[in-house]
């Protein structure tokens, strides 16, 4: 069993920035994917930025450029910067964590954390 907990949501003007962290309590945290989604309210989950076991990156269109995702295996923690930020960027993100691919889809994702939100002011 692999429980996620999310932090640094919060309020922010629109051009600024957040970082947000997932830490997970998972013995085998090195073989885990981790991912990024977000939801609006209404609108379905939407993929964000993932990272695998070796550290391949992958990213939404709508974000490349202006998020990165990382990884600290030691710390069992994921992050999430988020820079240039836009009122659109306005959403609960959720971190996820699996053993397989593929790392953009929510369907490939048995864990996932409670959520933290993000809201973005114009």
């Known amino acids: 069993q692999v429980q996620l907990v999310e932090s640094g949501g919060g309020l922010v003007q629109a051009g600024g920035s957040l970082r947000l962290a997932c830490a997970a309590s998972?013995?085998?945290?090195?073989?885990?994917?981790l991912g990024w989604f977000h939801q609006a309210p209404g609108k379905e989950r939407k993929f964000v930025a993932s990272?695998?076991?070796?550290?391949?990156?992958y990213y939404a269109d709508f974000v490349k450029g202006r998020f990165t995702i990382s990884r600290e295996n030691a710390k069992m923690t994921v992050y999430l910067q988020m820079n240039s930020l836009k009122p659109e960027d306005t959403a609960v993100y959720y971190c996820?964590?699996?053993?397989?691919?593929?790392?953009?889809?929510?369907?490939?994702?048995?864990?996932w954390g409670q959520g933290t939100q993000v809201t973005v002011s114009s």
């Open positions: 996820a964590a699996d053993t397989r691919a593929p790392w953009d889809r929510p369907a490939t994702y048995d864990y």
């Open positions: 998972a013995p085998t945290f090195i073989r885990y994917g």
């Open positions: 990272i695998d076991w070796s550290g391949t990156t």
